[in-house]
């Protein structure tokens, strides 16, 4: 059964430790991701993007695929389906698909009509038991086409979208999707903590935590991150793990070449990535 991500984040913010949002691109991804969770007895958010979801044939389709995955697989942790960086009509079509969380994303809007369409899935996801994440201040790379430069959210404003009762926050410090470059200046841990101050209790959400070195994660954790999402390097383990076993023939070698197991060793790097971001970020035994 999919659960809304509210209570899993509400106890984590009070534990001072993160729930891992591990994005899924198909079905190995999701199944590396769940039975990892399992073993650990972690709560874990399953992250699916627009141009995923497109991919995996729809949000039915995936929908379909995650309860069926956690009925047969015996998974007892709590699992949240969540739309990233949705649109406002993606939000609502995984609304109607069964998703159990959405992100809307209108920190390219002017702030005002960031607001109204806020407000407008507040209601709804209020009404459905489901939680939404909003986002102040772009988060800097390259997400679904859209490229920010990793800007620094103003905590004010932060705290008109908190207001509208939204469940978690994703507030712009400086991080960006994909690879860090050399020559990043690292998290403005004075934005976090100005916008810590002003949402309260609110858990914040960490985008981009693919790259960020250990003590800056720990960190952001401390200064009430209670989310983090990785997606890029779970990305990185799976293309590099594949690489090594074709690169020593081990396709060619008897029945090398069957998908089941051709994409073992990334499933297996996969899992790897997921357990050793769940270690960090103490969400370990909190299921």
């Not at 109607?96 to 369409?117: C, L, Q, R, T």
């Not at 790259?211 to 954790?221: C, T």
């Not at 076993?245 to 790897?272: C, H, S, T």
Request: glycine share 12%; with cysteine.
């Amino acid at each position: 059964m999919l659960v809304s991500a509210k209570s899993m984040l509400t106890k984590a913010k009070a534990g001072k430790y993160a729930v891992g949002q591990f994005n899924i691109n198909n079905l190995e991804w999701t199944k590396a991701i769940l039975l990892t969770a399992e073993e650990l007895k972690s709560p874990v958010i399953l992250g699916v993007s627009e141009g995923a979801g497109k991919y995996m044939c729809g949000y039915k389709t995936v929908v379909g695929m995650v309860k069926g995955m956690i009925e047969e697989l015996g998974i007892t942790v709590p699992v949240a389906l969540h739309l990233d960086h949705g649109s406002y009509e993606g939000a609502m079509k995984c609304i109607e698909a069964g998703f159990s969380s959405v992100m809307f994303d209108g920190s390219h809007y002017p702030i005002e009509e960031n607001i109204e369409k806020t407000t407008a899935l507040v209601k709804l996801c209020e009404e459905k038991g489901l939680s939404l994440e909003a986002e102040v201040g772009a988060i800097g790379g390259e997400e679904d086409g859209v490229i920010g430069n990793g800007e620094c959210a103003d905590p004010n404003e932060c705290k008109m979208i908190a207001d509208l009762g939204v469940t978690m926050l994703a507030a712009g410090i400086g991080n960006i999707h994909g690879k860090y470059p050399a020559n990043w200046p690292g998290l403005s841990f004075e934005t976090l903590a100005a916008v810590s101050e002003k949402v309260g209790d609110m858990p914040l959400v960490l985008h981009g935590g693919t790259g960020i070195p250990a003590e800056m994660i720990q960190k952001a954790i401390s200064l009430g991150v209670s989310k983090i999402n990785v997606n890029t390097e779970c990305q990185l383990a799976f293309q590099a793990a594949t690489r090594k076993y074709v690169e020593e023939g081990k396709d060619l070698q008897g029945k090398g070449f069957d998908p089941r197991k051709l994409l073992a060793p990334g499933f297996e790097a996969i899992k790897a990535t997921v357990k050793e971001k769940m270690e960090l970020f103490g969400s370990v035994g909190k299921a």
